[in-house]
C-alpha cells in the first residue's frame, strides 16, 4: 500500500497562468499592428499621400508585429505545461 498513485484535480482551466499572459500580449501585439497599419487617408478626393500610405510604419513595421502576436499566439497555446 505504499505504492498509492495521487491523482491530480483538474483545475478547471486550460492553460497554466504564464500561457494565458503570453497569450493576452500576443493579441496586445495584434491589436497594435493593425493600428499602426490604420489612417493615411485624405479627407480630400482629389489628394494622394503616397508617402503617408506607404510609409516603413504601414508596409514593414506593423505586419512584422501583426505576425509576431500571431507567432507568439501559436506558441502559447503548443508548449507544454510544466508539470
Known sequence: MGNEVKKEEPSGFVFEKQGYILVLVGIIMIILGFALMSGGG??????????????????????????????????????????
Do not use: H, Q, W
Open 42 to 83: 485624405s479627407d480630400d478626393p482629389n489628394y494622394f499621400n503616397a508617402d503617408e500610405i506607404f510609409s516603413f510604419r504601414r508596409i514593414t513595421l506593423a505586419p512584422t508585429i501583426v505576425m509576431a502576436g500571431f507567432a507568439l499566439e501559436i506558441y502559447a497555446i503548443m508548449r507544454k505545461p510544466k508539470n
